[in-house]
């Protein structure tokens, strides 16, 4: 089983949609959550952290649930530029290392 | 501006041909680490560096050499590349010893015929 496991769509959505995003990992004691956004062919970029209680940043929604061991991220009101793989990232304190998800690929069009 | 630079940005070699490929950050940043990604595997660890000669193995080390002989390089060696060594190779650093934001270079592809 992966450490970091997450669907891989593609998600076409058109613009103005919401869309979802799920991410399971295995270790319990991981610390630290996030998410990246990769454009196509170019570096991973921090999009957001993600925190117990929730978080949001503009029209992205950032969930933990601690003890299903699972985070989401949400996105309102879709763009076209909003079109990236997202990779749920978890951080392994033990290891000291950030482990990746294989990234979920997101679609938006006209 | 703050940045991680690779160089090459593309490269295509062969079987058993010695290559480097180069890291630079211009951060003061402590701690860097090498990334392969490959389709549907997501970003595999190669190494980390903690500090100044202090390198460690991520989870895919086999066939790579590191070096940190200076705060702001990272070197990647392949001493011998084979073929299974064509992916997509991404320098990162970050603030302090605990990897919370990466910052990533532009990456590597390479190909080894």
């Known amino acids: 089983r992966k450490e970091v496991e997450q669907d891989p769509g593609p998600f076409n959505v058109p613009e103005g949609a919401t869309v979802a995003f799920n991410c399971t990992y295995s270790n319990s004691a991981s610390q630290s959550f996030f998410w990246y956004r990769q454009d196509c062919r170019k570096e991973p970029k921090l999009l957001m952290s993600v925190y117990s209680s929730g978080n949001e940043d503009g029209r992205f929604t950032a969930q933990l649930n601690r003890a299903s061991q699972y985070i989401s991220l949400l996105i309102r009101d879709s763009k076209l530029s909003d079109s990236a793989t997202y990779l749920c990232v978890v951080f392994s304190g033990g290891y000291n290392k950030l482990i990746f998800g294989a990234g979920t690929r997101l679609a938006v069009h006209p | 501006e703050a940045q991680v630079t690779q160089n090459p940005r593309y490269l295509i070699t062969v079987t058993g041909k010695k290559l480097t490929v180069t890291c630079s950050q211009n951060m003061n940043h402590e701690y860097m680490s090498w990334y392969r990604q490959d389709p549907g595997l997501g970003l595999r660890q190669i190494y980390y560096?903690?500090?100044?000669?202090?390198?460690d193995k991520g989870d895919v080390p086999e066939g790579y050499k590191v070096s940190r002989k200076e705060k702001r390089n990272f070197p990647l060696i392949l001493e011998s590349p084979s073929p299974n060594q064509t992916s997509l190779y991404f320098c990162?650093?970050?603030?302090?010893?605990?990897?919370?934001?990466?910052?990533f270079g532009p990456g590597t592809r390479l190909t080894v015929t």
């Open positions: 560096s903690m500090n100044v000669e202090v390198t």
């Open positions: 990162a650093s970050s603030d302090g010893t605990v990897p919370y934001e990466q910052y």
